[in-house]
């Protein structure tokens, strides 16, 4: 699995049009967020493999709390055919501590 910074990954998103899965559970997801991610909860990525189609030929970024989950998300998604796939190391909580900014969902 490529892991990348939150540093790197903001690079990434900016200089090649990058997609961010968050593979976080729903609840974990409206707490705060990157900014234009995607919330597929790791247990649903099989699942949900056609969403993900049209981004296929973009970088994808998965993040999770800490780096754990997205790692697991990673394999899936290069199992099944994507190649451009990254793994932000430590996750939101080292996005946070990045001070990078996250949206929080509207209630």
């Keep these: 699995v490529r892991k990348l910074s939150p540093a790197e990954a903001t690079g ?17 997801f409206q707490g705060g967020h990157v900014v234009g991610a995607i919330n597929i909860p790791l247990t649903q990525i099989q699942s949900s493999l056609s ?3 049209k981004h296929r030929e973009k970088p994808l970024i998965i993040i999770c709390a800490t780096g ?4 697991t998300a990673c394999k899936q998604l290069k199992q099944a055919g994507f190649a451009d796939v990254y793994s932000v190391t430590g996750g939101i909580s080292a996005w946070e501590g990045a001070s990078l900014p996250l949206t929080r969902a509207k209630s």
């Design 68 to 71: 754990q989950r997205s790692g």
């Design 12 to 28: 990434k998103i900016n200089r090649d049009d990058a997609v961010v899965l968050d593979v976080r559970s729903d609840a974990e």
């Design 51 to 53: 969403r993900l189609q």
